[in-house]
């Protein structure tokens, strides 16, 4: 699922309440290119509204204590809550249509008629998979925000 969603660690040496300051500092900064919420050990940064568009990712940190000391920053992209949402409704659409085929074909092929409920069968398989290529599409659409997340992280955080 990396694939879908990009991860990855970085180890800074700072504390996570300085790396905090940082971020808030950063986002909260008139010329910022990223817009944000940060907490006390987790933030969220966006790409402005401004430049928002629907396949527009998020970068979620997560902030931990390091072992050998610093800030262990773990981050994720993804895309908004929204286009989550959406996707979730898409695949349980997929599933209850599975369901309501399998269910009807079954019911058919028992009472000895033509189950030709089986053959609806399929259609949720093709669903899912042009959801999967729309998610691809749309990472590659979202990849240059992806880039202009990160790099203001590294410049923030100053790796």
């Known amino acids: ?40 050990d987790f933030a969220v940064l966006r790409v402005l509204p401004g430049a928002q ?38 695949h349980i659409f997929g599933i209850f249509i599975s369901l309501m085929a399998l269910l009807f074909g079954l019911s058919q092929w028992s009472l000895g008629m033509e189950p030709f409920g089986l053959w609806l069968l399929p259609i949720p398989l093709i669903l899912t998979i042009s959801a999967f290529v729309t998610a691809l599409v749309g990472q590659r659409l979202g990849e240059d925000q992806m880039r202009e997340l990160r790099l203001f992280l590294d410049e923030t955080v100053g790796s």
């Open 53 to 90: 568009h629907f396949w527009s990712p998020e970068l979620t940190l997560q902030l931990h204590p390091a072992e050998e000391g610093g800030t262990l920053i773990r981050g994720l992209f993804g895309p908004r809550a929204a286009v989550w949402t959406g996707f979730a409704c898409f």
């Open 1 to 40: 699922m990396a694939l879908f969603r990009p991860r990855f660690r970085l180890v800074v040496p700072l504390s996570i309440e300085d790396l905090s300051q940082r971020l808030q500092a950063a986002v909260e900064a008139p010329s910022a290119p990223a817009a944000g919420k940060v907490l006390r």
